[in-house]
């Protein structure tokens, strides 16, 4: 981008025209608008597998590696038996419904959500906007027709003194009688004005006038003429760069809306994303309580037959009855949970029926991705800062400031203008046909030249505009630097918990393990009247609770892939989307 000193004659104030060198000191390494349309230009293709530093780990390899003793196989319900390939096979139940994968959710999710469709109202809008400033430049053809008619009485004139060759004549005092006189005139001109980038003006016209006089003195006189007439400014709004400043704007802003719309769609993508799988551990939660209550109600049915049997004291009915209660509490819970997070998931789809009764559940059917990858953080951070669409849409303003900067210090000089004029004539004839003569043979002409200066005495208002352009670009300097560290900071939170949620895969992983073994065993004592039946569901429920930790951190885990996804700017390649 040109950047322009500060100007000796008619100068800025000293404290200005440092917070200009300041702003382009700081300015020296920004990237102009043409990467950012590059940018535009380019397709989502990066995915975050490919900023890992070894091959993915799937999560059976990681949990070989963190158990200390071999995988125990316990004999229990599919729910609780442990996972070979948790990465191949989906935890929810096989229930009934509309099954739906992520793609599925994205692509309608561009299609039918109405913020999306909003956005993609702003880059029309824009490009009119930008055509509304291109179209400044544009000739204009003007042409005027007039009519007028005066009927005047006879009045007395001035009184004259009479120079004469007749010496009866010479020196005689007269007084003039005007005499009664009906006027009729039209003129007619025709042509086009042409403004140029310099900030001048180019008219070429041709007027045609006609005067007719009734009366004693009656005459009919018809005229023409070729005008040419150029005004150009010297200081104050000349140049291109100044006359073009507006154009330059409208197109960074058009670029720049681009790259809004661009963020909302990957705003909702993430969106999408995040309630997709908030749907898929609602489903496997629901799961979880509906064997809980399963699994309880079975021991109420043993209890009560132990009971009858007498093995066991009737007290332990009570207890189980208790368990089989509380376990009903937490389904209705879970079963509204699924509820809301399904509504969450159709109201961004823009697919809220208004009888949900009626319509099938959606099912994921998207197994999650638990593979590990080494993120190279700095590969990530260069990227991220180099195609991040906030830092993109910030240096577009940047570059917008500048332009601003540059017009309005222009507007400071004083207004200096050239203007000429020339115009070649005809002579008066008394038919239509003789308006033409002489025109061409510069017989008879006029033309001028002339100069016009103007300066406000203080020019206070316009130099407060430019104070105030340079202290918003220094304002936005500031805001992008500081958007650089959130971005870092993003990145390094993102990457740190999606190890954090790893490591509770695993974790919970091994806790299931014991759990199960735990309730088993809990249960084979309760058979030999060693264990009560609260102990027995107290361990049922560590063994749920273990169930559900494993399901919110492999939720917490597709999420986290989300957020680095989005703090990386590869949401589209991640989810392998092109919006070209």
């Known amino acids: 981008m040109r950047r322009k000193g500060c100007i000796r004659q008619w100068s800025l104030p000293a404290s200005l025209c440092l917070l200009l060198s300041i702003g382009n000191m700081a300015g020296a390494d920004e990237v102009s608008d043409t990467r950012t349309r590059q940018r535009l230009q380019k397709p989502e293709g990066r995915a975050l597998e490919n900023y890992s530093q070894q091959p993915g780990q799937p999560l059976h390899d990681a949990i070989k590696q963190q158990q200390r003793r071999p995988a125990v196989a316990v004999d229990l319900k599919r729910a609780l038996q442990p996972f070979d390939n948790p990465e191949d096979d989906s935890m929810l139940p096989e229930a009934s419904g509309q099954q739906v994968t992520i793609t599925d959710i994205r692509q309608r999710a561009l299609q039918n959500n109405l913020q999306v469709k909003v956005a993609r109202m702003d880059p029309e809008l824009a490009r009119q906007s930008l055509r509304e400033e291109q179209a400044k430049f544009d000739q204009v053809i003007f042409a005027y027709a007039k009519y007028a008619e005066k009927d005047t009485p006879a009045m007395s004139g001035d009184k004259v003194i009479i120079k004469s060759d007749n010496p009866l004549l010479d020196g005689e005092l007269a007084k003039l009688n005007l005499d009664a006189q009906k006027k009729e005139y039209w003129d007619v001109e025709a042509g086009i004005k042409v403004p140029l980038r310099t900030g001048g003006t180019v008219t070429l016209s041709a007027p045609l006038e006609n005067r007719q006089s009734l009366g004693k003195f009656a005459s009919d006189q018809y005229r023409s003429a ?60 629901l799961d979880v309580r509906k064997n809980q209550f399963e699994y309880a109600s079975q021991n109420l049915s043993m209890v009560k037959r132990r009971v009858q049997e007498g093995l066991t004291a009737k007290v332990e009915i009570n207890r189980a009855e208790i368990g089989v209660a509380d376990r009903m509490e937490a389904l209705i819970v879970a079963e509204t949970n699924l509820k809301l997070a399904h509504r969450q998931l159709q109201f961004l789809l823009n697919d ?130 500081l958007q650089t560290l959130t971005v870092k900071r993003e990145i390094h939170d ?61 939720s917490d885990y597709q999420i986290s892939l989300v957020d680095v996804a989005f703090a990386t700017g590869t949401v589209l390649g991640h989810g392998q989307i092109s919006l070209q």
């Open 226 to 285: 070729l005008r040419f007439s150029f005004s150009q400014p010297l200081l104050r709004n000349a140049g291109r760069d100044v006359n073009e400043a507006s154009i330059r704007i409208a197109e960074l802003d058009r670029d720049g809306v681009q790259l809004r719309t661009r963020l909302q769609t990957i705003r909702i993508v993430a969106m999408v994303d995040k309630a997709y799988w908030e749907l898929y551990e609602a489903w496997a939660a």
């Open 352 to 481: 809220l029926p208004d009888d949900q009764e009626k319509q099938s559940p959606w099912v994921p059917a998207t197994p999650p991705n638990l593979v590990r990858f080494e993120f190279d953080r700095a590969h990530l951070i260069r990227d991220a800062l180099d195609s991040r669409i906030e830092l993109l849409d910030q240096e577009l303003k940047l570059s917008a400031d500048l332009i601003q900067i540059d017009y309005l210090q222009n507007q400071t000089l004083p207004m200096f203008s050239l203007d000429y004029q020339y115009g070649a004539l005809s002579g008066s004839g008394e038919r239509f046909s003789d308006i033409g003569q002489d025109l061409f043979q510069g017989r008879y002409r006029d033309w001028s030249v002339g100069l016009k200066f103007e300066m406000p005495v203080s020019n206070e208002a316009r130099k407060a505009k430019l104070d105030r352009a340079v202290a918003q670009r220094m304002q936005r300097l500031t805001t992008k630097t």
């Open 494 to 554: 993102a990457l740190d918990k999606i190890d954090q949620n790893w490591q509770r895969i695993i974790a919970a992983r091994q806790q299931v393990l014991v759990a199960g073994i735990n309730y088993e065993a809990e249960l084979k004592q309760f058979n030999e009247g060693l264990r009560t039946m609260t102990e027995v569901l107290e361990t049922l429920t560590r063994l749920g609770e273990a169930q559900l930790k494993e399901i919110r951190a492999i």
